[in-house]
């Protein structure tokens, strides 16, 4: 319901005279009986005209399908937690300060070696391109720092 029908359609419940009054109810209403984590359907005055109560009714049933949920890998290991760790080590420079990029795999892993070089500037040129970092091209190679 869009536009004029729900115009239409508030101006056939809304008591005349009585806008705040009835904001207030389903105010009310909302924070005792249709709580977003626990509604009670039983006790509402509009359970049989409810859109949510069907779809509930349908998220519930396609939770119980669902067997189990699994991680595929932990949060440690994931491209995102390396990003931030870039960023967060980039944070400790001073300004004007750059890292090399065998710095920042370093910083990164305890057995960071080249095998691991081309993960790191994959890292790197996702945050570059994010806007997140910069690389500079210097002479012993790319560095990175916050812009």
Known sequence: ?????????????????????????????GATVCTARNPNHDACPLALQ??????????????ERKSTYSVSQPFEQTTRYFRGRIVDRLRDLAPG???TLDELGRTLRA??????LEWVIGLVEGLRRDGLIAVHDLPDGPHASLP
């Open 111 to 116: 057995d960071f070696g080249d095998e691991h």
């Open 97 to 99: 300060e750059t890292l």
């Open 1 to 29: 319901m869009a536009g004029p029908r729900l115009s239409a359609f508030a101006e056939q419940i809304l008591p005349s005279g009585q806008a705040y009054a009835w904001n207030q109810a389903l105010m009310d209403l």
């Open 50 to 63: 409810c859109a949510g109560r069907t779809m509930l009714g349908e998220m519930a049933r396609a939770a």
